[in-house]
Nanobody, 120 residues
Framework: QVQLVESGGGLVQAGGSLRLSCAVS?????????MGWFRQAPGKEREFVAT????????YYADSVKGRFTISRDSAKNTVYLQMNSLKAEDTAVYYC????????????WGHGTQVTVSS
């Protein structure tokens, strides 16, 4: 059974930092997969934050987090990270880890989310 388990969320003051982790268990994703982070604030739709390709390591960011957040991966640990710096109140949301096959041949997976709260 494939599981994506997020950790590292919490309460932080504006301007602070957090590092989220997404540990994958149950399988090692093929090179067609991209791993990503999405977030959902209260009353809003889930939105894209960042992705990293498992093949090549190319990264992409939402404009709202560019320059402040960094996505990375540790293949040996089967873990993806999201380093979040200069946090703002508007970053408050539940952050979800995602694994998606860009060829749409294999299933998509989601974690259960971790809460990030930024106090102003």
């Amino acid at each position: 059974q494939v599981q994506l388990v997020e950790s590292g969320g919490g309460l932080v003051q504006a301007g602070g930092s957090l590092r989220l982790s997404c540990a994958v268990s149950g399988r090692t994703f093929s090179s067609n997969y991209v791993m990503g982070w999405f977030r959902q604030a209260p009353g809003k739709e889930r939105e894209f934050v960042a992705t990293i390709a498992l093949s090549g390591g190319n990264t992409y960011y939402a404009d709202s987090v560019k320059g402040r957040f960094t996505i990375s991966r540790d293949s040996a640990k089967n873990t993806v990270y999201l380093q979040m710096n200069s946090l703002k109140a508007e970053d408050t949301a539940v952050y979800y880890c995602n694994a998606n096959d860009i060829l749409r041949l294999r299933p998509e997976y989601w974690g259960h989310g971790t809460q990030v709260t930024v106090s102003s």
